[in-house]
């Protein structure tokens, strides 16, 4: 079981089809969905946020299915903070990156930190919790990684298909992923930047947006 905060994110495991074991509200509940009663007080009590959000559920923890080796997908190695898993749950979820690999070390992605962070993308986004040496030179797609001393990532001639692998800010990509990888990218600093790295969503986010640019988007309605 895991739990869930707030109406948008529970409405979105709802709409996801997420099995729920119990759910409470201040309001009335969803139709169909059995729903306790609960008063702002009482909520304020159970809940592990500051300002509850009117409703909470406990949620079943979904069956675990293989992860699907086709496109990109993006893994992560040691990745312990769990708003930094949530933001990248919430870039896979933008970029249309439908399955993200953890390391076991890798911080629970039911963490409730995560899941707010996610801000209900963790319902579209299937999170695969593996072995990431054993793993990777089974999937049949180029393994990429991402490091400071990378080739440098604008410019960079990129397969349809891969792996990009992220590591931890303090760590990066530990040793036995490292000798799996075709080649590292970076993200080359500009003028004389002081800072030592990038918060690894926010590296995640630019390496997805250089993936998919030049890749046909969806059509505009005008």
Known sequence: MFLAEGVKLVGELLGA???????YSTDPGPPGIQTTPISPGELKKVSTLVQPNKVLGVFEVPEAAPPRFN???LALDGVRDPGNLGTIIRLCDWFGVRDLLC?????????????MATMGSIARVRVHYLPLEEVLPACGLPVYG???EGNPLPGASLPAEGVLVLGSESHG???????LLRATLAIPTWGD????SLNVGTAAGI????????????TIQK
Do not use: Q
């Open 71 to 73: 496109g990109w997908l």
């Open 103 to 115: 390391s076991p070390d890798t911080v629970d992605c039911y963490n409730p930190k995560t899941l």
């Open 17 to 23: 089809g997420f099995g729920v074991h119990s759910l």
């Open 146 to 148: 991402a490091s400071m």
């Open 207 to 218: 390496f997805l947006y250089e993936i998919r640019r030049g890749t046909p988007g969806p």
């Open 193 to 196: 930047a002081g800072a030592e």
């Open 173 to 179: 990509v530990s040793a036995p992923v490292r000798a």
